[in-house]
C-alpha cells in the first residue's frame, strides 16, 4: 500500500498536483504531513489558513483515520491495525525486494574509485569506491539500468614519474609479493620528493613522458605494461575486500589518442586557443579559467582524455546519465569538463553530474607519518583488523582461530564501509579506529550486530510465524519500529534522487535504535504464544529491512558475530 499515494488522491482535487508529502519528524505529528507554506502563492493567503480550509473539505478513509491541523501543517494518521498489517505483509512478500521500485529504461553509468596505476590506494578512494558501490546498488534498486565503471590513470605525467625513479634508483629490483602496494606507493613518493629537490631533474621525467606517449622505447613500454598491471592486480584485490564491481573498466591510455585529436578538433573550430605553443580552452568568461588541453610538446592532458572518455561512455555503451563519483578538489576541473563538452555542441553534456565527496582524515592530521602521503588503504585495513581482533577474541574466547580472523576481518571492512557512508559526502571525515568499530553509537557494527541478534532469537524460537494477530503489536515501542518500516521505500526513493547513501545509513541507525529500544523494554518471547508469535513476525521484519539496507551500502548483514 502506498500511503502517500492515497494521500494525494484526497488532495489533489482541492489542491492541484503541485505540493509534497513529508514524513514528520515525530510521531505526534501524525504518519504523513502536507507543509502549507508552498501553496500560500497559488492560494493568496497565510499558510496557517489554507490548512483549515483545506481540513474542511477532506474526509478521513478507510486507510487514513485521522486528518489534523497543526499550525501550517495538515497532519494525517494512519489507521494503525491497517499500516501493521500492510506493511508486515508488503515485508514478507518482498524480501529483498521491499523497498525496491518498478524498473525502467533509463540506463545510468557510474564512475567511480579511479585510482590510478603507479600511485597508492588511498583513504580517500575507500570514500569513493564504497560511495559508488553503494550508489550503484541504489539506483538499481530504484529500477534504473546501471552500468559501473571504472576509469583508471595508466598514463601521463605520474606514470612518467615513476618510471624514471624505478629506473634511475631502483633499477633491476624484483617487485615484493607482500606489501607490493606499498612498494608501489613508495616509488611514487620517493620520485616527487626527489623533483622537489632536483627541480632539473623534471627534464628527464618529461622525456620519459613522451616516450611513454609515442611509444617510441620498447624496454619503456615493457615496464610501463608490466608495473601497471602490478598495480592493477594490487587493486582487484583491494575491490574484493571491499566488495566493489565493475562492469567496465576505462584506461587513461585508450582515450589518449583521441584525446589529442578532439583537442586539435577545437583548435580548427576556434573554441580551442594556442597560447605559448599549448593547446588551451579559456573558460574565463564562464569563470572557470583556462584550460589547458594539450602541452607544448603535444602531450595530451587529463583535461583532453576526459573529453574524449565521455564520448566513448555515450556513443559506445549508450548510457542516458553519466554520473562521476571524484573528490571535491576535482570539483573545477569536472565543471570545466562539462562546459567544454557544451561548448563542443555534445548533446549529452547536461547529463554528465559530478558526484562530488569531500576528505578523510586521520584524528592526527592528513597525512600518514611513513610515506608523507594520504594514508593507504593497506595500512588503515590492517590497523582496523588489528583492534578487531581484539574485540572478537574478547567477545568469543571459545572460537577457534580462523574463526575469529574471519570475523574480524569482516567487521573491520563493515565498518570502514559504513563509516565512510554515514556522514554526507560533502563533509570531511575524521576517522576515528576505536570508535568506527564500536558496537553501539553510528557505527556499522551497531547495525550490523542488530541484524545478528535478531538472527539468533529467531533461530532460539521453535513457534512457526504464520498468521500472527498484528493487533497485539500495540505499545509504543511496536508502533515506532512499524512506522519505521513502513517508510524504507520512501527512503530508498530519497536517497536515489539526492545520490545519498548517508540517508540509507542514517535511516538503518535509526530501525536500530528502535529495535534497540523496543528489545530493551519488551520480550519477544513470552508466556502468551499469540504475543510471541506477533513480535517475532515484527523483528522477522525488522531483520529483513536491516538486510536491505545493509545490502543498499554495500555491507553484509552477518547471521553471527
Ligand atoms: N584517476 C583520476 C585521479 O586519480 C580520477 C578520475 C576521475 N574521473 C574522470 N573521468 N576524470 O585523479
Redesign the pocket.
Known amino acids: 500500500m502506498n500511503f502517500k499515494l492515497e494521500i494525494r488522491k484526497i488532495l489533489e482535487p482541492q489542491i492541484g498536483k503541485e505540493f509534497d508529502i513529508e514524513i514528520p519528524p515525530n510521531p505526534e505529528m501524525g504518519d504523513f504531513a502536507l507543509p502549507c507554506f508552498t501553496l500560500a502563492k497559488t492560494f493568496k493567503k497565510g499558510p496557517n489558513e489554507i490548512a483549515q480550509d483545506i481540513l474542511k473539505k477532506i474526509r478521513p478513509t478507510k486507510y487514513i483515520s485521522e486528518i489534523k491541523v497543526s499550525g501550517p501543517y495538515l497532519n494525517f494518521f494512519i489507521n494503525k491495525s491497517f499500516l501493521i498489517k500492510e506493511t508486515l505483509q508488503e515485508i514478507f512478500k518482498k524480501k529483498g525486494r521491499y523497498g525496491a521500485h518498478k524498473k525502467n529504461k533509463e540506463r545510468v553509468m557510474i564512475?567511480y574509485s579511479?585510482?590510478?596505476t603507479h600511485k597508492a590506494f588511498h583513504v580517500g578512494h575507500i570514500r569513493g569506491t564504497s560511495l559508488g558501490e553503494s550508489l550503484a546498488r541504489i539506483l538499481k534498486f530504484y529500477g534504473f539500468s546501471v552500468v559501473q565503471a571504472n576509469?583508471?590513470?595508466d598514463t601521463g605525467a605520474h606514470v612518467a614519474k615513476w618510471l624514471w625513479a624505478y629506473l634511475k634508483y631502483h633499477k633491476g629490483e624484483t617487485p615484493p609479493k607482500v606489501n607490493l602496494e606499498s612498494w608501489i606507493a613508495n616509488i611514487y613518493v620517493e620520485a616527487v620528493k626527489k623533483l622537489e629537490e632536483v627541480p632539473a631533474f623534471q627534464e628527464e621525467v618529461n622525456k620519459i613522458n613522451l616516450h611513454l606517449e609515442n611509444k617510441s622505447d620498447k624496454s619503456l613500454i615493457k615496464l610501463w605494461s608490466k608495473t601497471r598491471k602490478l598495480s592493477l592486480i594490487a587493486f582487484e584485490k583491494i575491490y574484493r575486500d571491499l566488495g566493489a564491481h565493475f562492469d567496465y573498466y576505462f584506461f587513461?591510455r585508450e582515450v589518449e589518442k583521441r584525446g589529442r585529436e578532439i583537442a586539435l578538433e577545437l583548435l580548427k573550430k576556434g573554441i580551442a586557443e594556442e597560447s605559448d605553443g599549448a593547446v588551451i580552452i579559456n573558460l574565463e568568461k564562464y569563470s572557470l579559467g583556462v584550460w589547458v588541453l594539450l602541452r607544448k610538446d603535444g602531450t595530451c592532458l587529463?583535461s583532453a582524455k576526459?573529453l574524449a572518455?565521455a564520448e566513448l561512455k555515450f556513443k559506445k555503451y549508450k548510457i542516458d546519465r553519466n554520473l562521476?563519483v571524484?573528490g571535491a578538489a576535482?570539483s573545477l576541473?569536472?565543471k570545466q569538463?562539462f562546459k567544454t563538452l557544451e561548448l563542443m555542441g555534445f548533446k549529452n553534456a547536461s547529463k554528465c553530474y559530478h558526484l562530488s565527496f569531500s576528505e578523510v582524515r586521520l584524528p592526527t592530521g592528513k597525512m600518514s607519518s611513513r610515506t608523507g602521503q594520504n594514508v593507504l588503504y593497506s595500512d588503515m585495513k590492517s590497523t582496523l583488523i588489528k583492534y578487531a581482533l581484539n574485540q572478537v577474541k574478547s567477545r568469543h574466547e571459545d572460537w577457534a582461530e580462523k574463526k575469529i580472523n574471519e570475523s574480524a576481518n569482516n567487521i573491520a571492512i563493515a565498518a570502514l564501509k559504513f563509516n565512510m557512508l554515514a556522514p554526507d559526502n560533502n563533509k570531511l571525515i575524521i576517522f576515528d579506529y576505536e570508535k568506527v568499530l564500536k558496537f553501539e553509537g553510528d557505527t556499522g557494527p551497531y547495525v550490523q550486530y542488530a541484524h545478528a541478534r535478531i538472527c539468533s532469537i529467531l533461530k532460539k524460537s521453535k513457534l512457526a510465524i504464520s498468521n500472527p494477530k498484528y493487533k497485539l503489536l500495540d505499545t509504543e515501542e511496536e508502533s515506532n519500529l512499524i512506522r519505521q518500516l513502513s517508510i524504507f521505500p520512501q527512503i530508498v526513493l530519497e536517497a536515489e534522487r539526492a545520490y545519498k547513501p548517508n540517508i540509507i545509513a542514517n535511516y538503518a541507525l535509526e530501525l536500530t535504535r528502535k529495535f534497540n529500544k523496543f528489545y530493551e523494554l519488551h520480550k519477544v518471547l513470552t508466556d502468551s504464544e499469540d504475543l510471541s508469535r506477533a513480535r517475532l513476525v515484527l523483528i522477522s521484519a525488522v531483520k529483513q529491512v536491516l538486510a536491505n539496507s545493509l545490502y543498499l551500502l554495500g555491507i553484509d548483514a552477518p547471521s553471527h558475530m
Open positions: 564512475e579511479q585510482a590510478n576509469y583508471q590513470g587513461e587529463y576526459d572518455l562521476y571524484v576535482q576541473h569536472l569538463l
